[in-house]
């Protein structure tokens, strides 16, 4: 596989890893509610969650997109570190988005359901990309090659560098 396509493939990955964790995450939230509260349908009818299902959806493609676009998580490398505050301070900036639209349209919606979704969705979504960095690490696709221009010392503190941070996926 040329170097495009392997890296075409693992930004596509990450992204539907994404995509897929943000957008299951309120099924898991209903589904977790539907079995533990015994009166759900009269607490959260499924009339009044489907627009709130849809504008979701919506969030998870334009949160991917944002990944994509602006903080370029997708084909820039980032420390774990730096790349888990980008995506969790995106997270509640999209969670903020969300109820502001569910409020000024004046959807009835259960805060119990917003704010377990909301909690799958900060756990999920770091958690299911570091898993697919995995992956595609045993499939030999996350890793790149490295040229280290130098001698001596700094050489070798860089190599060491390289060597600590797995999630940059250099060697």
């Not at 209903?30 to 979701?56: C, F, N, R």
């Not at 490398?77 to 980008?86: A, G, M």
């Not at 999209?94 to 917003?114: G, H, K, N, P, Q």
């Not at 704010?115 to 958690?127: C, G």
Request: with cysteine; charged share 15%.
């Amino acid at each position: 596989m040329t170097l495009l396509g392997r890296n075409a493939l693992v930004s596509v990955a990450l992204a539907l890893s994404d995509f897929f964790s943000f957008t299951v995450s309120i099924y898991l939230a209903m589904g977790l509610l539907s079995l533990s509260l015994s009166d759900y349908d009269k607490i959260i009818p499924e009339s009044q969650t489907d627009g709130w299902v849809a504008l979701h959806l919506l969030l998870s493609f334009c949160c991917v997109a944002w990944y994509s676009m602006r903080l370029r998580h997708y084909f820039y490398r980032k420390t774990f570190w730096f790349e888990l505050k980008e995506i969790l301070r995106t997270l509640v900036i999209f969670a903020i988005i969300e109820i502001a639209v569910m409020a000024f349209t004046t959807w009835s919606f259960s805060r119990y359901l917003w704010v377990l979704t909301w909690v799958f969705v900060l756990f999920l979504v770091p958690v299911s990309r570091m898993i697919t960095k995995r992956i595609l690490d045993i499939f030999n696709l996350w890793r790149r090659d490295t040229w280290i221009i130098g001698s001596s010392i700094n050489a070798h503190e860089a190599y060491k560098a390289i060597n600590s941070e797995r999630n940059l996926g250099l060697i």
